[in-house]
């Protein structure tokens, strides 16, 4: 799947758009390396998201099409 449709599946980043916007700036960094919006992320892959106020690291441990906004953290897990 690609990582900009994963950031919206999962609820990391609300639309689409913005996450194809962090990936084109460089802000989504996938295993330490800067991804772009069409890059497939894989089970098991680290992803870092860098926000104005902070970053947010997490390890991929599901990657579905769909899913309901309770499920949607069952995606990945966030490391510390």
Do not use: H, W
């Amino acid at each position: 799947m690609r990582i900009d449709k994963f950031l919206k599946v999962s609820r990391i980043l609300k639309r689409r758009t913005v996450a194809q916007e962090a990936c084109s700036e460089e802000k989504v960094l996938i295993n330490g390396k800067p991804a772009k919006p069409s890059t497939a992320v894989k089970i098991g892959d680290e992803v870092e998201v860098l926000y104005a106020s902070g970053s947010l690291k997490f390890r991929v441990l599901n990657i579905k099409e769909t899913v309901k906004k309770d499920e949607a953290s069952s995606l990945y897990e966030v490391i510390v």
